[in-house]
């Protein structure tokens, strides 16, 4: 986003930001929000930041708001014009969320495959289960 230049955004558009993010600093994503905002003000862009919040904890804290805002276009609920900004207080305490982590999940089911290419690998492994763990990873290489 920070890179759009004050271009207009395609559709709807939810920004959450952490103001206590160390890695995504809020001071950048509100210059280029308002920056959006004030060339476009027709943007459908709601922005909301969570105080004390950091880079990977907003998502926590902004959960309940980025599902159901997920859910809504998905459902067909229209979002007005306009640009929306709002601090959102924090409806537990900060410490609750989880700290910043140094690590990141690269596909949900990872370990699913792996587990599945053990038991291909396993020698005591039927050819019948060894037959339907090729046709799944077959399946599942082709959407990498």
Known sequence: MTKNGDQPIAGPMLVLQGESDRSVKAAVTDQA??????????????????????????????????LDWIADRFAG?????????????SARDYGEYQVEVNWFIEYATQAYQLANLLLLLSPLA????????LLQWRKLLQYV
């Open 33 to 66: 929000v308002e920056g959006i905002c004030a060339a476009h003000p027709e943007s459908k862009l709601q922005y909301l930041t969570y105080p004390g919040v950091e880079h990977v904890p907003v998502m926590y804290a902004a959960q309940r708001t980025w």
């Open 126 to 133: 039927t050819a019948e289960r060894r037959s339907s763990r």
């Open 77 to 89: 609920t229209e979002v007005e014009d306009g640009c929306v900004q709002e601090r959102v207080p």
